[in-house]
Antibody, heavy 121, light 106 residues
């Protein structure tokens, strides 16, 4: 059974850096074709993809947020970490991590339960 | 960047109805199109990948079709547990989600 769980602060102040950890089980991030992505969802709004890290440490970022994001992995701990700098109230959202499969087709599945991050002073 | 649109943004339907949701990409994405279902307070769940392939464990009343720029998700006979928001997502060039279609009870 594959599971993912996000952890991190529930409240951050404007201008601070957010660090979120995705801890997963049931798969290895050293397996060819596997990745872990981060997606967020502001309250009542749509999903927005943020970043992806592949098994070979290749990384992709949302162009609109690239300057603020860093994604890393610790394969031995089964963890992926996302940092987002210069947080703003508009970054208030539920942040999800999800396993990514890349092959002839590719998708995010399954997803973690999500963690709500509020940005407020 | 590839933009995704969905129509309608919301719809009301009854149990047993056939429901169709449309997703359009701003450029051709071949068949790199996935559909997700999200219920309130829950994480999204993959329903359809590669435009028309049913994810394991997903009921056969869900189906997807299309290629290029135009795609559809069809629920052949709406069940009570299908009331949710549905998102399309392209994976042709990084990733973009559509704005969602909320399906609620008529």
């Amino acid at each position: 059974q594959i599971t993912l769980k996000e952890s991190g602060p529930t409240l951050v102040k404007p201008t601070q850096t957010l660090t979120l950890t995705c801890t997963f089980s049931g798969f290895s991030l050293s397996t060819s074709g596997v990745g872990v992505g981060w997606i967020r969802q502001p309250p009542g709004k749509a999903l927005e993809w943020l970043a992806l890290i592949y098994w070979n440490d290749d990384k992709r970022y949302s162009p609109s947020l690239k300057s603020r994001l860093t994604i890393t992995k610790d394969t031995s701990k089964n963890q992926v970490v996302l940092t987002m700098t210069n947080m703003d109230p508009v970054d208030t959202a539920t942040y999800y991590c999800a396993r990514y499969w890349s092959g002839p087709s590719n998708w995010f599945d399954p997803w973690g339960q999500g963690t709500l991050v509020t940005v407020s002073s | 960047d590839i933009q995704m649109t969905q129509s309608p943004s919301s719809l009301s339907a009854s149990v047993g109805d056939r429901v169709t949701i449309t997703c359009r990409a701003s450029q051709s994405i071949s068949s790199y199109l996935n559909w997700y279902q999200q219920k309130p307070g829950k994480a999204p769940k993959l329903l359809i990948y590669a435009a028309s392939s049913l994810q394991s464990g997903v009921p056969s009343r869900f189906s997807g079709s299309g290629s290029g720029t135009d795609f559809t998700l069809t629920i052949s006979s709406l069940q009570p547990e299908d009331f949710a928001t549905y998102y399309c997502q392209q994976s042709y060039s990084i990733f973009t989600f559509g704005p969602g279609t909320k399906v609620d009870i008529k």
